[in-house]
């Protein structure tokens, strides 16, 4: 069934008109706003099974319907939609995972007296993300961008009531909003220098290779950079924020503050995964200073290197972590960094790859732990959890499932696969093998902290009350649980026995297989990672909450170091925060005491010679005139106090009025 280009709005137009009913409902309407959510999110992932079959059909193509949003002078600002294999692809992961997402809430969220609102943010947050896929202009792109900020400002500090949550909703809006700067002046530059800001318009998108070849034919002499270098760093400036990488990383882990399914959410399908699909959206402009050798610098270098960079800080970082739910989301961060890595080496197919897979084992990740913290009344510390494996048997295989993908099991899970196409990237670029190094070291790390997390959690005896009395959730949490598993492992296949999921998003590249020794290499390390992380934690598990952790014995300061996440936010506060406070506390007295002061100075000058102009006016002027008619409006306001309306009143002066005229005539009359 073909499904033009034409009709993708319908894809997010679904979910929004979801949230436009949860928002209008009344808060006793929860089976409405939740039932309206669930069946948007199903009815555009079979709406995305159509385009998707529809853009496989010519993988080659980009089908784009392009429209006038309103006119400026004598052309018009036009807004488009885009159908290619990497838009379907990401709809269609987008609306299952969101829509198993929204059906493990109906669980979660069962007792939250706000239900409804939640079921509206999460219809709000999806259609802003599925807006942003399909978007064929960077405008448009960058309007669904700032939605889905919005709606993850509603949803991580959805209980406000919460200091944390509100201070961890503020740090994400504020910190992303940072990288969103870069993005916007980017933007603005390159409808500056380019007329559009349409991805394809029959040969004159700013990704086609007109526009591409005239963007780096010119060169900034400041720095010798061609405007495309200068445009797309930029734009990843807002990549940068938007997906966690270093040094905007800060916000993600407090993110963990609002309910678990917007965790899931936003580091599995959403929010997280907007900054790595704009990098691939725009790849074209990205590398079109590749062909170019007497540049001192290419767009993808700063992009790889930033991508290791996070990948080895959030991996290590995590390795030191108690909260269940920050291990998980500084995973994110390195995943998020491999994914940027891809993109940087040259394969943005493989980051693309592991974005899809990375996206359903994360989601299990994430709604695994929020079973474990429903199932044990809201603990996290996994120092008090303990002893779960018994007692929630499917969760624990579940969960342990998505350990393995994420740490990249040989050969049945979908992350192995998609790791290792990264890593063989990372060994065929040609520019510097420090990518590659961090990515191998990652992969220690990896599987050495989701053992950890396993042996805590589920081995061993309960620590804690709460998780003494913990047991299995009910089947609306669970089926979806079991579901991602599924696809954990059957997406495998998209990358056995041949790349099928790269052909399909780039025909025109050429997919080798990964070299066989890199690959032993890998699944060496991942044994390592494991083997070391069950002989610390799972061989002989922690007796109770206060029992010495080994590694922190070990290195107490290496370990007190990355708990404290290597006081990134200690030195923003230190540097950042108080140079924002100095320029506030200056501008405050700029206000007040200066521009505040001239201001009071004029206007008493003003009254003063306000004065003294009237005075002159009066009686040099005008010679009294105002003052004669100032006279004369009294004595015709005396006079009109006269005219009362009252009858009698009239009769009673009359009368009075007749007697004195009688006695004037009686007393002349007598003379």
């Not at 239900?115 to 259609?127: T, Y």
Request: glycine share 10%; with cysteine; aromatic share 12%.
């Amino acid at each position: 069934m073909y499904f033009p280009a034409s009709h993708l709005w319908i894809i997010p137009a679904l979910p929004l008109v979801a949230a436009a009913i949860g928002a209008l409902v009344p808060r006793s309407g929860r089976a409405l706003a939740s039932g309206a959510a669930i069946a948007s999110m199903v009815a555009a992932f079979f709406v995305s099974c159509l385009a998707l079959h529809t853009a496989l059909a010519d993988p080659a193509a980009h089908a784009a319907h392009n429209f006038a949003w309103f006119d400026v002078g004598s052309g018009a600002m036009r807004l488009g939609w885009l159908l290619d294999p990497l838009t379907a692809f990401m709809c269609v992961m987008v609306t299952f995972v969101s829509s198993l997402i929204f059906i493990f809430s109906l669980g979660y969220m069962k007792e939250d007296a706000n239900f409804k609102q939640f079921f509206c943010f999460l219809s709000l947050f999806a259609a802003a993300m599925l807006g942003l896929l399909v978007a064929n202009s960077l405008l448009l792109l960058f309007i669904c961008w700032e939605l889905v900020g919005l709606a993850s400002y509603l949803l991580i500090g959805f209980w406000f009531h919460k200091p944390s949550a509100a201070a961890a909703a503020k740090k994400a809006f504020i910190t992303t909003r940072i990288g969103d700067l870069g993005f916007l002046i980017g933007l603005l530059w390159l409808y500056d220098s380019t007329g559009s800001l349409l991805f394809f318009d029959g040969g004159h998108g700013v990704l086609e290779a007109a526009t591409l070849t005239a963007l780096t034919g010119k060169t900034l002499v400041c720095c010798g950079l061609t405007v495309s270098t200068a445009i797309g760093l930029l734009i990843f400036c807002g990549a940068v924020g938007k997906s966690g990488q270093f040094p905007l990383h800060v916000w993600l882990p407090d993110a963990m503050e609002g309910p678990t399914p917007v965790s899931a959410l936003i580091h599995a399908a959403t929010m997280v995964a907007a900054g790595v699909f704009l990098i691939a959206r725009v790849y074209p402009l990205m590398s079109a200073d590749q062909v170019l050798a007497n540049v001192p610098l290419h767009a993808l270098t700063v992009v790889a290197f930033i991508g290791a960079i996070t990948a080895l800080l959030g991996a290590c970082i995590a390795v030191a972590q108690n909260d269940i739910k920050r291990i998980l989301a500084f995973s994110t961060v390195s995943q998020l960094g491999y994914m940027m890595l891809a993109l940087g080496v040259g394969s943005w197919t493989a980051a693309i790859f592991h974005l899809l897979t990375h996206a359903f084992f994360k989601a299990l990740l994430f709604l695994g732990a929020g079973s474990v913290i429903h199932a044990a009344h809201h603990e996290q510390d996994i120092r008090r959890l303990g002893g779960l494996g018994a007692k929630m048997k499917i969760t624990f295989a579940t969960f342990a499932i998505g350990m393995m993908a994420l740490s990249g099991v040989p050969f049945l899970f979908s992350g192995f696969w998609s790791k290792e196409g990264i890593l063989h990237a990372a060994h065929e670029w040609d520019v510097s093998h420090l990518p590659l190094y961090a990515g191998l070291a990652a992969v220690v790390l990896t599987a050495f902290y989701m053992t950890r997390l396993m042996a805590e959690t589920f081995f061993g005896k309960s620590r804690s009350h709460e998780s003494g009395h913990a047991h299995e959730n009910s089947a609306v949490m669970t089926v979806p649980l079991v579901l991602l598993a599924a696809c954990a492992i059957l997406l495998s296949l998209l990358a056995w026995p041949s790349p099928w999921l790269q052909h399909q998003l780039d025909p025109s590249a050429h997919s080798e297989p990964g070299g066989i020794s890199l690959m032993v290499l890998s699944i060496v390390l991942v044994a390592v990672g494991i083997g070391s992380g069950w002989a610390i934690y799972g061989r002989k598990p922690r007796a109770t909450e206060a029992s010495p952790d080994p590694l922190e014995t070990a290195a107490p300061d290496i370990i007190a170091a990355l708990a404290a996440r290597l006081g990134f936010d200690e030195l923003y506060a230190a540097t950042v925060g108080r140079l924002n406070s100095g320029f506030a506390s200056l501008a405050d007295f700029m206000e007040r005491w200066i521009w505040g002061g001239a201001v009071t100075l004029l206007a008493r000058f003003g009254e003063f010679t306000g004065v003294v102009n009237r005075e002159t006016d009066e009686n040099t002027l005008n010679g009294g005139f105002d003052s004669v008619s100032h006279q004369i409006r009294g004595t015709g306001r005396a006079y009109s106090r006269a005219q009362t309306g009252d009858a009698h009143g009239y009769m009673r002066f009359i009368a009075l009025g007749f007697v004195v005229l009688m006695l004037f005539v009686m007393l002349g009359g007598s003379r």
